[in-house]
């Protein structure tokens, strides 16, 4: 990288820790005021920096417009796609997408398990959002308010003996999946049927989409899928550092295999 463009870069992180005047930026940079200047100028005649009424320098709003078009036009789905291919040859199991879209969640994603026994499940089609693990994982990273308001208005289909029953064990498991980071669905809406679900996160740490691993109980059984928690985390939390850009998500520490209670 050419030392200009280098110095130009440095200072935008110097200015995301708050205002700075010439002098600073100029020692910050290890070079003389006038170069310094110079590199500011160039920032703000492209909207990256902009100089105050009191000559101190901040990020500007271009800098902003730009990171937000950028998130709006990553499609979570392809960069995903590859990590869910992988995955689903490691483990042969289904994988799923999911995203929550005006409080419904859809899967967006799929790749077949490598075994005869197909899961009735297809992209765009609404999952049930009181049982499934995705759902759960997406619901759970709503704000408190906004959870306990959905929890109100969902109806609690028994699906099975495993579904949940009504909102206060919905908030309870929520409460619960929010904490320790993934979420299960264990014969909740079909007792033949259990699945492991861990969030795909944005730079801000909030879950973009949910994905999961689902099996049938003829093929492995629900203890058997737990053991698949550290791969599944360690899957989501890829595809969450290629989409965000970032470092791995503080919640994203790997779980230990878990048992299912009889």
Known sequence: MSQTVDRAL???PLLARGPADLGQVAASLGVHKS???RLLRTLHEHGLVHRQRDQRYRLGARLFALAQEAAENL??????????????????????????EDHEVLYIDKVESRYPVRMYSRIGKPVALTVAAVAKVLVADLPEAERRALADRLDFPLYTPR?????????KELATV????WATDLGGHEES???????????DGR?????SVSAPNVVVSADELLTLLPLLCRTADAISR???GGPPHPGSALPAPQKVNP
């Open 10 to 12: 440095s200072i935008l």
């Open 35 to 37: 170069t310094a200047l």
């Open 193 to 203: 049927i259990n699945c492991v679900g861990a969030p795909v996160r944005g730079a």
């Open 178 to 181: 929010r904490e320790q980071g």
């Open 163 to 171: 579904s949940v029953p009504n909102a206060a064990a919905f908030l």
């Open 242 to 244: 290629e989409y965000s």
């Open 75 to 100: 499609d979570v789905r392809e960069i995903a796609h590859p990590h869910l291919v992988a995955l689903g040859e490691q483990c042969g199991h289904t994988v799923h997408l999911a995203v929550m």
């Open 207 to 211: 879950a973009v989409a949910a994905m």
